[in-house]
């Protein structure tokens, strides 16, 4: 039963355009969002992340958006690069002091110059 | 260190041998975390260490599995009786208290043949 879903394994979007990942989940108890973005033979790197006291968090280029009663999230960078061409991870985690995170599958993006 | 370092970057094993897997997290981190990622999938929980105990083994798949960290630092990571379904990306990951998110290693990749 996976708890945090990422239900597009990939993404091809256009250099200078939008991506749009999108994440969704069903633990109501997770209270604290990631986003991590991995490169091939390296580990996943920290990218963003959003309190659940939230609706927005912005970084530079990466915007992510919670929407709690849909129990959805979405990482938007603007504009895209080449170099954002990595797999994302969508993770969350539950109550304060927890250190647990329970990980997506993970969205291919490929930003095509 | 600067990161978290983990060797070695691979090994390829035989059906029932013993491997270890080693890491060395960022200095300072008193925070250490074992994760497992299978093909296609996101990483998974398998141990937490806050200093030199395991806070939290939940995420062990069974007893063949164990971690050590004896002097609060480096852990090791050992797998007994070595099956092809431990053919994964093993992930070690560290933080500092209040920290916003792991920092990861680069992971070993186990295959077992």
């Known amino acids: 039963d996976q708890q945090v879903k990422q239900n597009s394994p990939s993404l091809s979007v256009q250099e200078g355009r939008i991506s749009i990942l999108n994440c969704d989940y069903t633990n109501s108890m997770f209270d604290y969002f990631l986003w991590y973005k991995k490169y091939p033979a390296e580990g996943p790197t920290f990218l963003i992340s959003?309190?659940?006291?939230?609706d927005k968090n912005e970084d530079g280029r990466f915007t992510v958006f919670l929407n709690k009663s849909a129990k959805h999230l979405s990482l938007h960078i603007v504009p895209s690069q080449p170099g954002d061409s990595a797999v994302y991870f969508c993770a969350a985690r539950s109550g304060a002091g927890s250190y647990q995170l329970t990980f997506g599958k993970g969205t291919k993006l490929s930003v095509i110059p | 260190g600067a990161g978290v370092s983990q060797t070695p970057s691979n090994k390829v094993t035989e059906k029932g041998k013993y491997v270890e897997l080693r890491c060395d997290p960022i200095s300072g981190h008193t925070a250490l975390y074992w994760y497992r990622q299978s093909l296609g999938q996101g990483p998974e929980f398998l141990i937490y260490f806050q200093g030199t105990g395991a806070a939290d083994d939940s995420g062990l798949p069974n007893d063949r599995f164990f971690a050590v960290r004896p002097e609060g630092s480096v852990s090791t990571l050992k797998i007994q009786r070595t099956e092809r379904g431990d053919s994964a990306v093993y992930l070690c990951?560290?933080?500092?208290?209040?920290?916003?998110?792991?920092?990861f290693g680069s992971g070993t990749r186990l295959t077992v043949v």
């Open positions: 990951a560290s933080s500092s208290p209040g920290g916003r998110g792991y920092t």
């Open positions: 959003i309190s659940s006291i939230k």
